[in-house]
Each structure stands twice: as C-alpha cells, then as structure tokens.
C-alpha cells in the first residue's frame, strides 16, 4: 500500500512539473529587425518602415497607427497608453500617453445619489471616456526621437485604411459578440452595425480621412482643429463632458521608468500612472528568494510562491497607486527588498494565507483586457515596448463615424468608489479616485529587459489586471525555465491579483491532480472567468545576436522581420 501510495506521489509531481508546451518551439528568426503585434498588416508597416531605414521609434508611431486601422477591437486613436524605450547606447526612457479626466469630470459622477455606483456609467458611452493621447504620443515619439518624415510614416496607415482589412475569424467573433452593447452605445448605426463575417474587407474611409488631416496639419489637427471640434461636438451630442478645451489642455508626460534587478537581469518597465513597473518589481522581488528553476514550471510550489507574492503586490498597488502628478506614491519604499522580505514573511507552502489577511504594506488599484501591445527592434540595436488602449474591447462601444473610430473608457480606470472594483474586479482607492485632468492609473506595463548590460527583451500585453502577471510569467519561463521566446509567449498563465481571493488560470491548461492539490492548501481556483490571460508579444534576443519573436496564438498576432 505504501509503495503504491509512493508510486502515486511520484507521478502526480511528475505530471504537476510537465511542462504543457512542445520543447524547443521557436518563433520567428531574424537578424535585423522585428516588429511583434497583434495584426500582422500592423506588424508589416512596422517593419518596412525599419527596411526603409527607420528607426524603432519611427516604426512605433506607424505601428501604432497601422493598429488603429486593422486593429479596432484595441488599436487606437481614441485611447492612450505606454512606451518604454532603450535606446542602442543604453539610454532608457518612458513616454506617458495615458488618457485624462475632462475639465469637467467630478469625484463621484458615476455614483448616484444614494453614493451607489450607477452600472455602466464609466463603461459604456460617452460618460465613460476620457480625454485621448495617442495622437500626441505618436507626435511626441516623432519629434523626439523620429528620423523619416512624418508623411512616411502615416501614409502606409492611410492606405491600408483606403485598401481595407481583412476580417479574421475572431474578429467575426468579436463583432458578433459586442453587437448589442454597439447597438446601445450609439444613437445610429455605425460602420461595426453590420455582422462582417471572415474573409471580409472593411474599409475604414472617414478614419483615412482623419489621418489625411492629422498628416497635412499636425497635432494640433486633432487637439485643436476641425477634427477637435467634431469629436468634442459627437461626443456632447452623445451625453458626454468633454470639450475642445480639454483636447486643447491635453499633453504627454516623459517618465522615467521603474528600473530593477531580478538575479542577473535588470528590468525595465513602466512607472506611475501605471502600476505596472512598481507592482512587477514588487513581485519579481518577492519571488526572487526562491528557487523556481528547481520546483519546475508551472509547480505547485512555483504557482504558491508566485500567487502569493501577486497577493501581496496587489494589496498594496489598491492602495498607494494613482497619477503621480496628483498623489505622492512611496515607489522606494514599496520596491524595497527589506519591505518586500517582511511582505512574504508570512507565506507559508503548508496553506494559502487569506486574502482578508493582508492588507496593504504599513507605510492602494485598476484597468481593461481589452488593450493591446507591440515590441519593436530596429537595425540600429534600438528598441520599444509600447502598450495601448481604449481599455473594453472597443473601448465604450462609441464609435465616432464622422471621424473613423471608437473612443475609450478609460474613466472606469479610476476608482469611481474606492472600495468598489471596476470592470475588471480590481478594488481602487483614494489614490486614485477622480479628479479633473488627473490620469487614470493603469496596469499597462511594457517591459525591456536587459541581462549584462545588453539588451535580452522586449515584451508587453493586454488584459487588464493579469497584464502584470502574464509579463511575470513570460520573463520567468525565458530566465527560470529555459523556454523560446514563443514558448513562453505559449505557456499556460494563471493570475492572483488579491481580491476577489482566487487563482483565475486558462481553462484545460492545467492538470486535475494540480489543481486538486492548490485546492487542499486552500486556494479558489477559477478556471471560468478568463479563457485567455494575456496575448503577449515580445522579441528575444539569442545569444548569436539573432532575434526571436513571440506572437501569441491566443490572438492573430503576428511577427514580421528581416
Ligand atoms: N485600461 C487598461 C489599463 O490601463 O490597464
């Protein structure tokens, strides 16, 4: 009986330490320059503009807005978000896109006057968006750091808009499956009204229009020009707050990322407003005691170590996070080892420590799925990681058919009531609760990392409040457990993020006896609520100097090089 006992034991661990992906899956090779993004059109323009001789920051403000065309679902010019950036000498920087609050935007305009939160106020229509950035990041990427004209680099966007976009099988599925909240969001039917099936071709007219303007004008084509007055006017029409003073006031911030050490690498990721950089540092330094190379991939013991630490880190991103330009954020303090090390001093592999017993550190959070990221590196050895949004799956669902796009809703970012989470579960606080041209704080965290001084990695994804968490497993599968770029990109992810108290991991991906065993030690396990934690898409650099990228195969990401 013992033997057989024995014998049980072996091979459940045998079978919890598999890993779930073929060995030695590899994406694309090439030995000059990638662009990794979630359409492969988008990735194309990206690259022919490093063949033409481009730089990465060149080709991140075509990608960016050859993904507003193909890419609706996320791809924008309604939204904002993210770009970290290493320069090939080395130099780091980060550019904050983010959207803000309208002039007009109050602490509880989404509540009503009971102080409840009215249900999709600061989600779905013209109440729920908040003032647009890409334009200005994409200007401001240009102007800083741009070496080909500014025509060269919207055109393409402008052709593929006039061309059309094939329609894929899950974009059908997507259309088909926001077809009613298309219908609430908006007074008329709109160009996404219509069920466009695969292997169909929409052709984005009025968008090609815009940026026909935006490339003869400027900037201030869309902050202060004609295309200004129409979208302020569509969206008061609809019932919404913001004004052509608002598009006026609207500017970028340069940031210094959130710069760390985990064994031999040193990661460089987004800072406040995002919680992205903070909370992966705070992670990463939570886990870095432990030797997961040793207990295995996707372990039990790997997935204790990791959600705990994710328990604790989301503790406290609730409570200390908000735009910094408004709140002071303790980023020392929460990224120290001492602290993190008294963080995980209760964390025990015997039983899962209760979410209700931890609170934030002695010295609070937020987001969307629906974003979307791309990595780009470019023959001079530069390279950036950029994440962008207009936070749901085409952002509130308004789509501005004068103009060519959807707008955000980033407004449900904020904390409409702390104590309440947002659409995606995750509880805010104080610091980050509304207030007029303050940012919302996000989860977006585009991420480069280097490992001896040189530059290994470029990475970034979607999905709101498991983008942190699926950036973490993606550089631990290529550091801890030897993986490809593709196989990490691969792997099956799971999530902690400290309330709700449960581990959400991709259905069919992990096995019975696993689960069975984090149930014993008391751990929720949620395998319903998130079919897909992450797309993530990220590019290598292998020791012969050759690039590999990782596109995800959760989406219709794509790597394109040369
Ligand atoms: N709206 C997604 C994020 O900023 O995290």
Known sequence: MKQLIYTILLLTLYVSCKKTVEPSKTGLITKNAMVVSARVEASKIGSDILKKGGNA????????????????????????????????????????????????????????????????KSTLGAMAVGVPGTIAG??????????????????????????????TKKQEEKIAHYMPLFKRANKYSTLFHKPWKKNDTIKYEALAKTLTRIMTHGKDEFYKGDTAKRLAKFIQENGGILTEEDLARYEVKWRDPVSFKYDDLNIISMSPPSSGGVCLAQIMKMIEPFHLDEYGHNSLKTIQVIAEAERRAYADRSFYLGDPDFVDIPIETLTQKAYLNKRMSDFSFKKATLSSDVSHGDIQVIESNETTHYSIIDTFGNTVSVTTTINGAYGSKLYCSDLGFFLNNEMDDFSSKPGVPNMFGVTGGEANSILPEKRMLSSMTPTIVEKDGKLLMSIGTPGGSTIITSVLQTILNVHEFNMTMQEAVDAPRFHHQWLPDEIRMEPNSFNDTLIFQLEKLGYSINEKDSPVIGKVDGILVLNDELLEGGADHRGDDTAVGF
Do not use: C, W
Request: proline share 4%; hydrophobic share 45%.
């Open 57 to 120: 920051f060149d080709a991140m403000a075509a990608t960016q807005l050859a993904l507003a065309v193909a890419y609706p679902y996320a791809g924008n010019i309604g939204g904002g978000g993210f770009m970290v950036y290493r320069k090939a000498n080395g130099e780091i920087g980060g550019l904050d896109f983010r959207e803000k609050a309208p002039l007009a935007a109050t602490t509880d305009m989404y509540l009503d006057e009971d102080g409840n939160v009215i249900p999709e």
């Open 138 to 167: 994409v200007f401001a990427v240009h102007e800083k750091f741009g070496s080909l004209s500014i025509e060269d680099i919207i055109k393409p966007a402008i052709e593929l808009a006039y061309r059309g976009v094939i329609v």
